[in-house]
């Protein structure tokens, strides 16, 4: 496919499994953050967030780590599945905007059957 | 589950044209955004709208966008006189609460494609 601007970092993992992705934000003031899938074709697709009073969130099969000091934030897929093949994007928020997102470059999921 | 809608689906314009990019929030959500993705590139911000009023908008977001919101379901961005570089992908966006943007959901995107 087309392929313009920004390069985006690959992730390719067996089926079954587990996927860790990463980001670095941007502004050490963000403390609101969010991860987001993005199929083909569609739009953004909440997944989990995480507020900075904490460091680790839990949801049905994905984690997310917060770690402040460094400003890294990461996604972690238990039992990777075909279906969560995508694009995945790390977004931030800050104290001061009233909810506009900083959306980071991306990770592309591969996941092998 | 309730969804974010946008319409059209692609829309193909002329440079110097008028282009509206439509979209209908989750029914009782009350704060409405709009971001575009050019091709391969990350989401940006353009502008935040709550109580019939801008709350927030980017550098990207000039004198050339507006956003209005016609009637109790519908929420549109306007470009005045489309550029190339206008080219990309619109995704509205709804949420119930504004403060922390609150689990943004998104609409499937407007594909705009200025010639």
């Known amino acids: 496919g087309e392929s313009v601007g920004l390069h985006l970092p690959t992730l390719s993992v067996q089926e079954g499994d587990n996927s860790i992705i990463n980001c670095a934000y941007s502004n050490s003031a963000s403390d609101y953050f969010i991860w987001y899938k993005q199929e083909s074709g569609k739009g953004p697709q909440f997944i989990i967030d995480i507020r900075s009073n904490m460091d680790k969130r839990q949801g049905q099969r994905v984690t997310v780590l917060l770690n402040k000091t460094v400003k890294h934030l990461s996604l972690q897929i238990a039992a990777t599945q075909p279906g969560d093949s995508a694009v995945y994007f790390c977004?931030?928020?800050?104290?001061?905007?009233?909810?506009?997102?900083?959306f980071g470059k991306g990770t592309k999921l591969s996941v092998k059957p | 589950e309730p969804e974010v809608t946008q319409t059209p689906s692609h829309q193909v314009t002329q440079m110097g044209q008028e282009v509206i990019l439509r979209c209908v929030p989750i029914?009782?959500?009350?704060?409405f955004y709009w971001y575009r993705q050019i091709l391969g590139q990350k989401v940006e911000f353009l502008v935040s709208?709550?109580?019939?009023?801008?709350?927030?908008k980017s550098e990207i977001f000039d004198d050339q966008f507006s956003v209005e919101r016609p009637d109790g379901s519908n929420f549109t961005l306007k470009i005045r006189s489309t550029k190339l570089e206008d080219s990309a992908m619109y995704f509205c966006a709804s949420t119930r609460t504004g403060h922390r943007s609150y689990e943004q959901y998104f609409g499937p995107g407007t594909r705009l494609t200025v010639t």
């Open positions: 029914s009782n959500h009350l704060y």
């Open positions: 709208f709550y109580n019939n009023e801008i709350s927030e």
């Open positions: 977004a931030e928020n800050y104290g001061g905007s009233q909810g506009n997102l900083i």
